[in-house]
């Protein structure tokens, strides 16, 4: 197939944005920014054997993830998604059928928020595949939902259930820890198929001065990031980190997984304590699960610690670091 | 060295656009869109091996050219660039001083035209290198320059000389055509370093109706481009077209470079005939060559002419395209 097929076929029927002016087919995409909103924009980059597996993951998986976890840095501002663009760097063995499903999978997602594809390119490797996202999103303006928000005496707290997206890698990678295939594929799914938080991401925007990250690297690494950006400590707290029911049955890992495993796409953040009741509740209204692991603490250090019963344990910035480790 | 320290050393200093309110460093980055002005967006990747040959380019090389090819593009819409945000998929055994070096001569780069490093990210492969850029420009409102602009009775002009960048390919690939070191140096240089024609677009914008591509893909590329997207068809002649004056005398795929090597990364267009004068004018006292390369023509198809002597060539749409040919 050749590239300017490609973008026939991949090129939208219909566009959510009125503000588009040109979409994909020229040498860029203009569109009119929002008066009273601020714009957001966050990249990222998969690659086949590092942040996914082509052997393991369907065309239709990879293209959903590498469109995921960029709406999710988008909800970690507090801002919803609109605009996207895609690159794909494609092994020349590949068939084209799979890479049109990794758009199809992309539009399917891209619907469920009215996202529009406005450009992107297609280009042949000889090497691994490569996939860049980038998402343009807003946010009313002066709302965005940042790191360095955290101020002594907030509530920390976490959406959805951590450590389940490590678990569906460990699955993936041959450790049948269980042999409950409605648990299997309950992990595997959350490993392949993270739901971004836009909703609750939203929600957090309304609330003064809430600091939120997505956990893309462990919750270890995204509560370090906030304790620096803010320069408070932060003190958590094992058996108030929701977790699947099974976990910790299923395999000694279990702690490793919810604390430094990442990928959940879960967002952690603090808000001030006074607004903490009124917070959960609307989270619970709208069916997003929240849930208080800790607090904000005053310190001359931005340091995070972890309670595991008597235990006070300092929580390193370790995450899943891409210069240090391989999968 | 640890992604979070490689952003802490990429992250620039200061910045040139105040309506940032958060650049590098956060899920994402938030900034403020002008009224009156429209944005426009592209992005594009590179290949190591397909794009370039990190044997025969410096990682400065490499970082210039992935930057330069997007502002282009924003170049080609009569836009100028603002931010950026950068993507790398870097190899294993890659030094870190090589990333850096990639790192900063973007930077100089991005300097010339006062744009923001806003985002990215660099995870590791086992593959080639990718690099992925994305540049968000704007344009005043209604002004961009589109593919669809072109009338018939139009001038069709382009700017620099064509050919170049596909002799100094040539040359990178060890065809020593010629041993006149200077010459050498000059096509190498158009082919590693072309100068987005950022000038030339935006005294473009500035006139009705101007259709513009980069030459990117070759000039029969994006003038099929054009002629498809306008509906026009268009004559063009081969000793209106700007070359290097040995070029024609030191190969004889001479011709070859001039229509399908592409990677020019000059202008291609159509101006309304009566603004021809003062355009042309207009881009001579900025110092911007532009050359009347032949006319829009009224035609029930959209085709292409190349002029050569007697003869009337159809030209067709090949340029260079990933999914057909390998470099």
Redesign the interface.
Known sequence: ????E?IRRIAPRSLSHREI??GI?????????K?GY??????????????FLSSHSTPADIGYKALAVNIS??A??G?YPK?Y?V???VP?GRRESDIEAMYEEMTKLAKLYQMDL???????????M?I?V????E?E?GR?C??SHARPGDVVFVTGELGSSAAGLSLLLGDRFTNDEGLVQHFMKRHKRPEPRVKAGLICSRYQRVA???ISDGLASELNEIAE?SRVSIDIYQDSIPTHSELHKLHSDWEEWVLFGGEDFELAGTISSDQWERFAQECSSCGVPVYKIGQVVQSGEAKVFYHSGQDRILLE?KGY????Q?R
């Open positions: 197939m050749d590239e300017f490609l002016e040109i087919g020229d040498d860029a995409a203009v569109y009119n920014p008066k601020q714009e957001i924009v966050c990249v990222d980059t998969m690659v086949d054997g590092v942040h840095d988008i970690a501002m801002g605009f663009l690159s794909i760097a020349s406005i450009g992107g390119d297609t280009v042949s490797t000889r090497g691994q490569v860049t980038t998402v343009i999103g946010v303006k965005a940042l790191r939120l990250n997505d950006a910035k670091n891409h210069f240090k391989d």
